[in-house]
């Protein structure tokens, strides 16, 4: 018996260094390249209210204020995409939250490193959940 497909969406973010490194390209390649379909797309710095938002799963965390102010330091790339179980299969291209250990062949693996300071820079956004997903692509595109 097969299960029937699950077209889903989810929300992606390029992160502010990766728009800094030139790594938009490389994101969506890869994206593509495994399949998914791009549903909307929009560069633009966010404010600490929408970063606040998105993160507030985080809000009281030490790391909360210094990943707001990363989040807003310059434009993101925030990416609606589709496809069939994207919402975890973007989570297995990106690869684990420490970009140090996330495994090669995977967006944080193969092209991030931390910094000596944080984990706080690893490039890419991929919502957790279908919850998540739903409630991310309202906050950033209230349109769709
Ligand atoms: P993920 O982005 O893998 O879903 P998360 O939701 O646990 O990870 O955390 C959100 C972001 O916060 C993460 O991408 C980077 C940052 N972060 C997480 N844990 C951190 C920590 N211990 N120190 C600094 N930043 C952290
Ligand atoms: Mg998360």
Known sequence: MTD???TERTLVLVKPDAVRRGLTGEVLRRVEAKGYTLVAAELR???D????EHYAEHAGKGFFAPLVEFMGSGPVL???VEGHRVIEGFRVLAGTTEPTTAAP???RGDLGRDW???VTQNL???SDS???AAREIALWFPSL
Do not use: Q, Y
């Open 4 to 6: 029937a497909p699950k």
């Open 45 to 47: 710095t966010a404010d």
């Open 49 to 52: 209210a929408l970063l606040a």
């Open 78 to 80: 925030a990416v609606v």
């Open 105 to 107: 062949g995977t967006i």
């Open 116 to 118: 000596g300071l944080s």
């Open 124 to 126: 890419v956004h991929g």
């Open 130 to 132: 279908a919850e998540s």
